[in-house]
Every structure is written in C-alpha cells, then in structure tokens.
C-alpha cells in the first residue's frame, strides 16, 4: 500500500484516527507539524528560548528532544536518577548516550548521591507510593534546576495517552481542582516557579514510539517496575479499547476537554495563594513543601543511621556534555 | 462465609464496593433500602400517587416493577413491543405473565399494529440506527400513554451501570447539554410531559440481576440482538473492568457527579422553549418531534404500498390485566 499524502513511498504506519496512512518520510513531517502546532497554540516557547527538557530515557522524553533539537531551538536535558534497582542504571546510560551522540548538554540529578537514597527508600520512609515519591521529588528538581540554570521554561514528553488517561482518572473521581489545571501549557505562577510544556500533547504513544523507532533513537523499552498497577495504565487500557473500536476518541476527550476549559468552573476562585517552604524555601500551598515532606524522612534516617551512602558516593561515569547538579 | 450483617445465614452475594457479604434476606432488605434511599433523595414519587412502569421483560423493569409493588406503591406496567425478531415476542410474554402473576394491570402498545411496522423497518425508512429509533418511539409512548391514563410519572430500570456508562459516554463526547439534563429524577417542563424517575440508579446491573434471580423472577436474558456493538456495552464493559481494580468507582464517578451538579454550568441559561409537534402536537424543542420523523417515512411507505399490515392486524393473547393501547 502507498502512503496517502506522497502517494510514492510504502506506508510505514496506519493513523486510523486521521483516517490516513503515511511513509516514513510524511509521517515524520506529521509528527513535526503536530508539534509545532501544540507549541503555537498554546504559545509554549519563544524561538530564541532555551528549553530544559526532562528526558527518562523513555521513548517519548527523547523523542521530545530530538524533536525539539531538530526543529532548532536551544534544548539541555536534565535527568533524574532515581536510584530503581534494575532500571534507572539503563534509563540513566541510554540518556547520557543520545545526549553525547547528539553533543546537547545533559544535567544528571542523582536521587542517592543527593539524598543518600532513591525512590524505592523515599517512598519507605515517607509512607507514600513509589509514584507520589517520584513525581513529586522529579517535578521539584525540574523547577529548582531549571530556575537555577536560568531556564524559564521546562518541556515534559507527556503525550495524548498521558493526558487523556490524565483526565479520565480526574472525572472519575471527580477531582475538578485537577482538572481546572490540566493543561499542556502552565504558566509560571510565582516567582520561582518555572513554566510548564507539554510540546507531544497532539501525538498519541503509538506515533511517538513510531517516531523514536523510525529516529533510531537508542531509548529504555521497559516500563518502570514500580508502576506496574499504577491507575494510569488502566485508564490509558481502557481508552485504548475504546480507541480500538472508535479511532478519534482519545483525540477528542482531550482536545476538546481543552478548547471547553475552564468548563464554566470560575477559574478565578480557584486561584491559590503559594508560600515559600519553611524548610527548604521553594514555594508550596502549605508550610512544608511535598518535596521535604518525600525526603525529610529519609535525612533524618540516614543521619541518625550514619549511612555509607550519600554525597560522595561512587559517581556516574562522565560524559564529555554532561554535569552533575546538587542542590 | 456467613452474612456479614446478621451473621448467621449464609452468604448470597459479594459486594466489594460496600466491603460486604450478605445472605438472600439481608441482601433483599439492602435492595429495598437503596430503592428506598434514591426515591427519597430525588423526592420521586409520593406514597399516594399512582406510577406508571416501563416494563421492557428484562431484570431491570420487571425488578422494579416488582419491588415498586412490594414497597407498596399503586403500579401498572407500560410494554412497547418492538416487532424485533427473535427477540420481542419472548419479551411480551415474559412481560404479560409476570403482569397475570402479581395481578398487575399491564398495558401493551405493539409498534407492528400502530404503525404497520416495528423497530428495524422504523430505522429502515428514517435512516437512523435501531436503538436511536427504538428509544425515540419509547419515550414518546410512555409520556403520550402515561399522560392519556392519567399518571404524572413514568419509571424506567435504568440501573448504576446505565447511568454511568451515559455518563462516560456524553464525557468521552463532551456532550454538555446532555450531562446538565442527565439526572435520575427529571420533572414535568412542559404541560404535556409527566415526570421521568430512575429509581434504580443506586444499584449496579449485577445487584439487580441478583435481585432478579433470588425473587425467582422469569425475565428475558438475552440483550436485545440489535444492540450488541452499541457504545454503551463498550463503556459498560470498561467501567466493570475499572470497577474490578478499584471497586467503587461507578458508584462514586456517577453519584458523585450527582452531587456536584449543576458543574457550574448555568443550567438557567440552558432553558429550551418547547413546541408542540405540527404533526402530532407532542411536545418537541423543533417543529416536527423526533417520533415523527421516525415513523412518518414508515407510514408514508406503507400507505403507498397499501400493506396489509398495520391497525386491524393479529391481536396479542388477550391477558384478564392487560389492555392494548392505540393512540
């Protein structure tokens, strides 16, 4: 079968949501102009703004920066290691390579080195899920690194999978504090809060694991251990059950979520008021930020504990773009 | 495993999302009592006031119809038999006999006499899918022949799973103005509708199904065969297989939405006008109602053609409580 747009090359990939399909070659022009049109809609970044992009190792993390790099704009990755036993070694190794392959510079946060301990043990301590733990520890090194790097702006490769599963978690327990904020672009909403961007929020996972695969890109396959009943792989099943009978579902949940925001819910009254954390100084709507609350635990154990482990641990090998942050 | 709420008998039934077993007794009282709880909250019917039943032969109406009479309220059944094949006389005569049973009066509108044609030749002619013409003509029965004997309210079976998959359904569509009207208890908005009640929308169609086989109830089993790749059985089927991870999720994805409706949409601002139809007077928001543009193309057809059926027709077996209704 030819490709329905260049009606030359071989189909690479059916888009039966778009009622089309494609070569690689127009596939990979879809795939761009997608992009480029999240990015404008929701004036995500300026063309002369550098963007740090929070990069996992994972197929959509990367294939977020090679299409930000290839489209021209000025990107550094930063990564968190997480310290998951049989994972984050190979999501930390695959991130540094495409980062040396491509000569961008990379930004390592090593949960262990910095905190004497990763997830697994921050999730322990503090009685929360590896998922709450991670999220809330990765989102906090996004913000501060960025803002102390002098980045305005932090890109997520969260796509349409992520965001409709995202929302349909939301009504189903009707959590509207969410929802009134889910949006691929948030602004920064105090003064050492960064911006928000979501560029891969127009491509569904298929197409961005199409696009990483057809890129060669080199990127970690597995999901990660800890999240193997994690609510979201539900919802993103069922959508794509739903998908599967309707294609176009998932697309018009989430865009038209979007263009109906803010529901008629007064976007006003739902503003908070941010206060800067008693420990650590970032801002939080309580007094103790979510971070310190994840790794205040863990401290106060490895102090009491005098661990081995902490700064000034064996460090991960050097690359030649790549450095090393601490708070 | 003994009940957990009389602690003797033995259990009939699980229900995970009370964190609950009950024996047959107990599990029949639980029944009444949410039955008794949603008509209450929604000030369904009063204790005097005579109810009109949509009795379609399945577990839902002929479970309502039952526990309606049970608690003590005066009922008759209302059955639109279809003309579907295979499937609508064994619901007429499952319907008929519990109706001789209980000692009920039941009343049958056959579309196959009305109009010279059921279900499928209505969906035929107009060009509608069968279950978007078969709920039109129903409704429209039920309010017609409800106002014309007399009753101010008409109750159908819809049950937890019904209004939760119409609520992901119209979610998935953002479908806005039917997510402000989707409510288990609507009233009269014009002189010519009577008040529609859902008094099962507490209960899931596994605990009805149950109520249905421990009171010996014959119904019919099968899904009607013209429904079976319909979205809602798409939905259905995801809520169960969430509800199986997480069980309590339809209840609190759509009573909670109860509870927070209106959502902050203006419900005042979504106030239709209503007509009455230029064809049969019936209320309808356009100028032709819905139900004559369903069967007008029917008769149109089969008054060119003369067909031999149509009013005059085979009568159904007269039952000592049951009356046939013509318009």
């Known amino acids: 079968m030819r490709c329905k747009r260049c009606r030359t090359a071989p189909v690479a990939i059916a888009l039966p949501r778009h009622h089309t399909a494609l070569c690689a070659a127009c596939f990979d022009r879809y795939v761009v102009d997608q992009v480029e049109r999240g990015i404008k809609q929701y004036q995500m970044v300026r063309r002369d703004e550098p963007v740090l992009v929070a990069v ?67 999730a322990d301590t503090s009685r929360r899920s590896a998922c709450s733990a991670c999220g809330t520890v990765k989102r906090y090194a996004f913000n501060k690194i960025g803002r102390e790097l002098g980045f305005q702006v932090v890109a997520t490769g969260h796509n349409l999978d992520d965001e409709a599963a995202r929302l349909l978690g939301n009504l189903l327990r009707w959590q509207v504090d969410y929802l009134v904020k889910q949006s691929p672009a948030l602004p920064a909403s105090h003064a050492k809060l960064i911006r928000k961007v979501k560029p891969l929020f127009r491509l569904t ?10 890129r060669k890109i080199d990127y970690v396959i597995d999901e990660c251990p800890m999240s193997h009943d994690a609510n979201s792989l539900q919802y993103k099943a069922v959508l794509n059950q739903l998908e599967h009978q309707s294609p176009g579902t998932k697309q018009f949940f989430y865009l038209e979520f979007l263009r109906r925001q803010p529901l008629g819910v007064d976007s006003t009254a739902e503003e908070v008021v941010l206060n800067e954390c008693i420990r650590c100084g970032e801002p939080t709507t309580g007094t103790l930020c979510g971070h310190c609350r994840v790794v205040a635990p863990l401290t106060q154990t490895r102090q009491a504990g005098a661990d081995p482990a902490g700064p000034g641990g064996p460090g991960a090998p050097a690359a030649p773009v790549s450095v090393d942050w601490h708070a």
């Open 56 to 122: 996992s190792g994972g197929k959509d993390s990367l294939g977020l920066w090679d299409l930000l790099n290839r489209m021209g704009y000025t990107t550094t990755g930063v990564h968190v290691q997480q310290g998951i036993d049989g994972y984050s070694n190979a999501s930390e190794v695959k991130t540094r390579a495409f980062a040396e392959a491509n000569r961008l510079p990379l930004v390592v946060h090593d949960l262990n080195r910095e905190y004497g301990g990763g997830v697994t043990a921050m």
């Open 205 to 214: 996972e298929r197409e961005v694991a199409a696009y990483a695969v057809l």
